[in-house]
């Protein structure tokens, strides 16, 4: 079963083949294309480095200065919170999905992606959110 931390739901949703290097985009894509071919699998929600963190090249223990991974799990709480989810629980992606097009409003969106990359960059947007949750992540 995949690991998801929770600020990573609306990653995967928004994600379109870009990302830090060539072997984190490769590998983040295939977990967005085992997500986006089975919407209905179980993702295990967590706080903590997950299964896209795994090739990621700015994890603290690779360049300490890139990820702040104390920092990134309060969001990603914040956002388990905000969801009525639990830490460590399974749900299927679908009603993820489904709580993000529900309770994500786009105040909430910017204040959470407001300072990431691919939000100043344009690549992220509460627009594209708002789209990928009704084609349901297609
Ligand atoms: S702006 Fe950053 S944190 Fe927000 S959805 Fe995009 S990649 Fe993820
Ligand atoms: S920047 Fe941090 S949270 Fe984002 S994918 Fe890399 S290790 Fe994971």
């Known amino acids: 079963m995949l690991t998801m931390r929770g600020h990573h739901i609306w990653c995967t949703m928004l994600f379109e083949g870009k990302g830090y290097d060539s072997g984190f985009t490769s590998s983040m ?29 700015n994890r603290c223990d690779k360049s ?34 489904s709580l993000v097009k529900e309770k994500v409003t786009e105040e909430i969106f910017t204040s959470s992606c407001g300072n990431c990359l691919w939000y100043t960059s344009g690549v992220c947007s509460y627009d594209k959110l708002v789209r990928a949750g009704e084609r349901g992540n297609r």
């Open 29 to 57: 894509g295939s977990v967005v294309g085992q997500l986006r071919g089975d919407l209905s699998q179980g993702v295990r929600i967590i706080a903590d480095y997950d299964d896209i963190c795994s090739r990621c090249p």
């Open 64 to 97: 300490p200065d890139l990820c702040e991974n104390r920092r990134v799990a309060e969001k990603d709480r914040e956002i388990i919170k905000l969801l009525g989810l639990s830490e460590g629980e399974e749900y299927s992606y679908n009603r993820l999905i």
